[in-house]
């Protein structure tokens, strides 16, 4: 599965947006961007995936640039219950196939 | 919204003691894995299992450890013989087999502590 890059931290004011970026420069064809976050230790949380076209579900978008090869998660109004670790992961298509975690990027929503 | 439960919430164990710790995939799932999470570090794979069979599995996950589907709504991983770096969060998680791009679905893990 490609590597992917984010920044370990990032700020955001409490009701703004928070736009998290992803790099996934060696992503190949058959490989989706996924993304998931985790709340102070519980269960990593899936919250939206894509292969190239943007993706909105209740919780976020997902922005993919047209080359594929970034990517950014947008939650369009920061809760402080937004606080958390999230995960940006390269998965190739295939039935079964596992999740690889990097580090993530620790968002803090401040008030 | 249905969800991956996982039991006990916390063990506590004493080095050397076998565990077994319990999840319940999200019912019509059938890829089912393990992933372990060390205080401040990453969450890594362990396992993943389908058909009854072990997929893939990491370095990590040698003979101390095994998963077994001992019904049609339980999925375990026990551990042999506890050592204190065993000492982890423990996360299951399931997929359903829709399509290749059907997302994991993970529980609230089982925190282990080996004394």
């Known amino acids: 599965d490609a590597k992917t890059t984010q920044p370990p931290s990032m700020d955001c004011a409490e009701g703004r947006a928070a736009n998290l970026p992803c790099n996934h420069s060696t992503i190949s064809g058959n490989e989706y961007v996924y993304w998931y976050r985790q709340i102070h230790s519980q269960g990593p949380q899936y919250i939206i995936h894509g292969l190239k076209n943007n993706e909105t579900n209740e919780m976020a978008s997902l922005i993919i640039t047209e080359d594929r090869k970034s990517s950014t998660l947008i939650l369009p109004h920061a809760t402080l219950r937004d606080t958390a670790v999230y995960y940006c992961i390269v998965r190739v298509m295939e039935y079964g196939n596992k999740l690889v975690f990097g580090a993530g990027t620790i968002l803090r929503v401040k008030s | 919204e249905p969800e991956v439960t996982q039991t006990p919430s916390h063990q506590v164990t004493q080095m050397g003691q076998e565990v077994i710790l319990r999840c319940v995939p999200i019912s019509n799932h059938l890829y089912f894995y393990w992933y372990r999470q060390i205080l401040g570090q990453k969450v890594e794979f362990l396992v993943s299992?389908?058909?009854?069979?072990?997929?893939?599995k990491s370095e990590i996950f040698d003979d101390q450890f095994s998963v077994e589907r001992p019904d049609g709504s339980n999925f375990t991983l026990k551990i042999r013989s506890t050592k204190l770096e065993d000492s982890a969060m423990y996360f299951c998680a399931s997929s359903n087999p829709g399509t290749g791009d059907s997302p994991l679905h993970f529980g609230n893990g089982t925190r282990l502590t080996v004394t």
């Open positions: 299992f389908y058909n009854n069979e072990i997929s893939e």
